[in-house]
């Protein structure tokens, strides 16, 4: 079955940097787009990042552009994330998520790893 | 960036009641819109992708429909496990984005 792990969770000081991993297993993951999504505490979803199957491209939601890079190992079934300059407003569960088909609907889901930043 | 906007903020029913949910769009996103359900400590799920169509596994008291800006999730005959807050999303166009949410929860 399909599962989606996400690690690297912490806490960290504003301006800091991070990297969240998101290990994936029982799908062909070389296939698929891939996707952060992130909750704050008691908040709603707001989308990360994208990158397409191959990693050619990339797009980012504009409260990240030019902080978090996004990237993926498709020989190691692997999403990654880096987060660096990080913000109070940047504290939330992680979750990575995969699309569902050719479409940037998300049909699969990991349990999110929480990032806390704060000093 | 689209705006989605979900009414009610909160929807108070008792099991067996039919919920009607509403996302509105700032702009025309076609049929791109998906739902979710999220329940307390859980990732969400997705029911409903494309305006209409139900995902994988969903049950078919989950229905959904419209198209442009306007945008509803019915749940025929609500059962324990629906108790939840539903968020929509569209594909339309970048970024993608979520609407607010709504909570259903036991009256």
């Known amino acids: 079955q399909v599962q989606l792990v996400e690690s690297g969770g912490g806490v960290v000081q504003p301006g800091r940097s991070l990297r969240l991993s998101c290990a994936t297993s029982?799908?062909?993951?070389?296939?698929?787009?891939m996707h952060w999504v992130r909750q704050a505490p008691g908040k709603g979803l707001e989308w990360v990042a994208v990158i397409s199957f191959d990693g050619s491209t990339k797009y980012y939601g504009d409260s990240v552009k030019g902080r978090f890079t996004i990237s993926r190992d498709n020989s190691r079934n692997t999403l990654d994330l880096q987060m660096n300059s990080l913000r109070a407003e940047d504290t939330a569960v992680y979750y990575c998520a995969k699309e569902r088909e050719k479409t940037t609907n998300f049909d699969y889901w990991g349990r999110g790893t929480l990032v806390t930043v704060s000093s | 960036e689209v705006v989605l906007t979900q009414s009610p903020v909160t929807l108070s029913l008792s099991p067996g009641e039919r919920a009607t949910l509403s996302c509105r769009a700032s702009?025309?996103?076609?049929?791109?819109l998906a739902w979710y359900l999220q329940k307390p400590g859980q990732a969400p799920r997705l029911l409903i992708y494309?305006?209409?169509n139900r995902a994988a596994g969903i049950p078919a008291r989950f229905s959904g429909s419209g198209s442009g800006t306007d945008f509803t999730l019915t749940i025929s005959s609500l059962e324990p496990e629906d108790f939840a807050v539903y968020y929509c999303q569209q594909r339309s166009s970048w970024p993608i984005t979520f609407g607010g949410g709504t909570k259903v929860e036991i009256k």
């Open positions: 702009q025309s996103v076609s049929s791109y």
């Open positions: 029982g799908f062909t993951f070389r296939s698929y787009g």
């Open positions: 494309d305006a209409s």
